[in-house]
C-alpha cells in the first residue's frame, strides 16, 4: 500500500521567502507528526497533530514555522520569511493514532535549502 | 525524559551478527525501549520495541538487561542492506503530553562490510 509523501522532495529558496512543504499520511492514520534533521540539530520533533487539531507545537523553533492540516489527513507546514539555518530535511510521520505500539511511518522527506 | 547512549559507530561484516548497545541508566518503570533506523537518504523506520522481556520480530531481536538500564538490538546476519544510523528511544506511555513523539538521541552509525 501506499506509504507517507511528501513533497517536494528538495526545495531551493531565497533568505525571506515563504515556503510550504506537503504532507500526505497513510490513509486512516489519525497522528501526524514533523521532524526536520539538520547537521547541526540531528533529528527534532516540531509539531503533533491528532486530526486536524494541533495540541504539541512544542517543537516549533519560531513563529515563523506554522502547520495545519485538513479533513484529517494533508498537512503542509509553512516556513515564513526563510533564514539559512532553516536548512534542513524536513521528515513527517504518521500513525493509526497517538498509542505507544503505534509504529510512525516516515516519509522521504523535503530538503529545504536556503541561500 | 530519560536519555540513551549509543556508540557513534560500529563495523561489521556481511553475515555475521552484530550487537548494538543501547545504555539508559535513568529508565524510569513506565518506559519502553524502541529501536528504529534511518538507512542514508530515507526516513527513520520502526525496527522492534520491548518493555522487560527479550523481543524478537523478523527484522531483529531486542535483549533487555535485568535492571533495563541497557539493552542491545541484535542483527542475526547483517546484509549491507542494514547499512544505517540505529536509534535507541525510550518512550513513556503515561507522559503527560502523551503525544508520543519521537526523541532522537545521535545513534550508532552501522556499516557493514562485503
Known amino acids: 500500500g501506499a506509504g507517507v509523501s511528501q513533497s517536494p522532495s528538495n526545495k531551493v529558496t531565497e533568505k525571506g521567502k515563504d515556503v510550504e512543504l506537503r504532507c500526505d499520511p497513510i490513509?486512516?492514520?489519525?497522528?501526524l507528526y514533523w521532524y526536520r534533521q539538520s547537521l547541526g540539530q540531528g533529528l527534532e520533533f516540531l509539531i503533533y497533530f491528532q486530526g486536524n487539531s494541533a495540541p504539541d507545537k512544542s517543537g516549533l523553533p519560531s513563529d515563523r514555522f506554522s502547520a495545519e492540516r485538513t479533513g484529517g489527513s494533508v498537512s503542509t507546514l509553512t516556513i515564513q520569511r526563510t533564514q539559512q539555518e532553516d536548512s534542513a530535511v524536513y521528515l513527517c510521520?504518521?500513525?493509526?493514532?497517538?498509542?505507544?505500539?503505534?509504529?510512525?511511518?516516515f516519509g522521504p522527506g523535503t530538503r529545504l535549502t536556503v541561500l | 525524559d530519560a536519555k540513551t547512549t549509543q556508540p557513534n559507530s560500529m563495523e561489521s561484516n556481511e553475515e555475521e551478527p552484530v550487537h548494538l548497545p543501547c545504555n539508559h541508566s535513568t529508565i524510569s518503570g513506565t518506559d519502553y525501549i524502541h529501536w528504529y533506523r534511518q538507512l542514508p537518504s530515507q526516513g527513520p523506520e520502526y525496527v522492534i520495541h520491548?518493555?522487560?522481556s527479550n523481543v524478537n520480530n523478523r527484522m531483529a531481536s531486542l535483549a533487555i538487561a535485568e535492571d533495563r538500564k541497557s539493552s542491545t538490538l541484535i542483527l542475526h546476519r547483517a546484509t549491507l542492506r542494514d547499512a544505517a544510523v540505529y536509534y535507541c528511544?525510550?518512550?513513556?506511555?503515561?507522559?503527560?503530553?502523551?503525544?508520543?513523539?519521537?526523541?532522537f538521541g545521535t545513534g550508532t552509525l552501522l556499516a557493514v562490510q562485503p
Open positions: 528511544i525510550l518512550r513513556d506511555p503515561f507522559d503527560g503530553g502523551a503525544t508520543n513523539k519521537l526523541i
Open positions: 520491548g518493555l522487560t
Open positions: 490513509s486512516g492514520h489519525t497522528a
Open positions: 510521520a504518521s500513525s493509526q493514532d497517538r498509542g505507544l505500539f503505534n509504529e510512525q511511518f
